[in-house]
């Protein structure tokens, strides 16, 4: 059976971090994601990465900010997020797959989200 387990969400101070991380098992996958949705809102793309070049992708508003990278293990990835901001305030799932995609429906696996609140 496959699962995505994510942890390292919380509470944190504007300004400060957290690094979130997705660990994947019963399979291996090329590609994961991160995604998040505030209360409200639609889910939005957060950060893409392909796991045999490395390369990334981010929305924009967390370029400089956030870092997706690989583990040793080749079902781990993390999430790097610095100089948190009140509107980064989310549910974070991460996302499995086999493209290099920042839409959500290229994904096949998601896990169930890490609470991310960021207070002013």
């Known amino acids: 059976q496959v699962q995505l387990v994510e942890s390292g969400g919380g509470l944190v101070q504007a300004g400060g971090s957290l690094r979130l991380s997705c660990t994947a098992s019963?399979?291996?996958?090329?590609?994961y994601a991160w995604f998040r949705q505030a209360p409200g809102k639609e889910r939005e793309f957060v950060a893409t990465?392909?796991?045999?070049?490395?390369?990334?992708d981010y929305v924009d508003s967390v370029k400089g900010r956030f870092t997706l990278s690989r583990g040793n293990a080749k079902n781990t990835v993390y999430l790097q997020m610095n100089s948190l901001k009140p509107e980064d305030t989310a549910v974070y799932s991460c996302?499995?797959?086999?493209?290099?995609?920042?839409?959500?429906?290229?994904?096949?696996?998601w896990g169930q989200g890490t609470q991310v609140t960021v207070s002013s």
């Open positions: 990465i392909t796991w045999t070049s490395g390369s990334t």
């Open positions: 996302a499995a797959g086999f493209v290099f995609s920042t839409r959500g429906q290229d994904y096949y696996y």
């Open positions: 019963g399979r291996t996958f090329g590609n």
